[in-house]
């Protein structure tokens, strides 16, 4: 016999019929969902008072280190997985050439436009070169895609973006550029550097306990867009980067990763980016045009 059906008083039902009336019907399915797993959690696991306890204290540590310039909410849904599986299920299909990712804490807005070729990286910024070239075009026709705007950012050798590090100018490593009428692109950046994520709040004593590494694998992001086109959100990996397997934000996958070729003194890096007949949208920024909040995690 199951006990909790005879101590629960029926208080699911109570609770889903208290928000019945929510008249928004995809909100109204996204509570009343929201509202089963989270009491058929509770019957499941019999959460104690101890355990209910250590969560609400848990969030509310979580709450107290989240402002403008971190939010650990995402952190936690980033280790968690939950971020990358909303990306893989809302974009994604069978053979995806290029897959999509989560935007990532770090994408900010307002990127200067860059001239095809220049680089991204300030003079003075340590670290080897990559030369990065390749054609955006139409998943389906393979036609070029004129104008296709590529907007990319990534971290200093340092583990840094530049909105942490007080060193680097405004805008390092950052830059958008314009695909030609052949839908071709040319860039300079860094090589990209892995980092770890924060582990000084709640979510690095999840990870602790876990005994997972905190380190995401070198990358650099790439978000390109064009009207009449679903904008790609993705991230640029290397390959041979034993890293790659245990993304501590499981964003890493075959579909994004890159050969980076040694070239006299520098890498070189060909890509293509096909994209999807849909409908035009940039995620949001996490991080505002205005310079001035240098935080550690958003």
């Known amino acids: 016999m199951d006990i909790t059906a005879e101590t629960?008083?029926?208080?699911t039902g109570k609770v889903l019929h208290a928000y019945a009336n929510i008249e928004d019907r995809r909100l109204k399915l996204i509570v009343s969902d929201l509202i089963k797993h989270l009491h058929a959690f509770v019957k499941e696991t019999k959460v104690t008072d101890e355990e209910w306890e250590f969560a609400w204290d848990f969030m509310e540590r979580m709450a107290e280190i989240t402002g403008p310039e971190r939010n650990e909410f995402i952190l936690l849904a980033d280790v968690m997985g939950v971020s990358q599986l909303i990306e893989t299920l809302n974009h994604e299909e069978p053979n995806q050439p290029v897959g999509f990712a989560l935007v990532?804490?770090?994408y900010r807005a307002g990127a200067p436009f860059r001239e095809r070729g220049a680089s991204t990286a300030s003079d003075d910024t340590p670290g080897e070169r990559v030369r990065i070239s390749g054609r955006v075009f139409d998943f389906g026709s393979s036609t070029p895609i004129k104008g296709a705007i590529l907007d990319t950012w990534q971290a200093a050798t340092n583990g840094l973006y530049?909105?942490?590090d007080e060193n680097q100018p405004d805008y390092n490593l950052r830059?958008?550029?314009?695909a030609d009428e052949n839908g071709t692109f040319e860039l300079v950046a860094l090589m990209p550097t892995a980092y770890p994520v924060p582990t000084d709040g709640p979510v690095g004593e999840l990870l602790r306990a876990a005994k997972r590494p905190p380190d995401r694998p070198a990358h650099i992001h790439f978000i390109v867009s064009a009207p009449g086109y679903e904008t790609l959100v993705t991230q640029i990996f290397v390959k041979g980067d034993k890293q790659v397997e245990e993304d501590v934000v499981f964003t890493a996958s075959k579909n994004m990763v890159g050969d980076f070729k040694k070239e006299g003194d520098h890498f070189r890096l060909a890509i293509d980016f096909p994209l999807k007949r849909g409908v035009a949208k940039m995620p949001k920024a996490p991080i505002p045009a205005e310079e001035g909040h240098r935080g550690r995690y958003h």
């Open 104 to 106: 990532g804490p770090f």
């Open 162 to 164: 530049e909105n942490q």
């Open 8 to 11: 629960d008083r029926g208080l």
């Open 175 to 178: 830059g958008r550029f314009r």
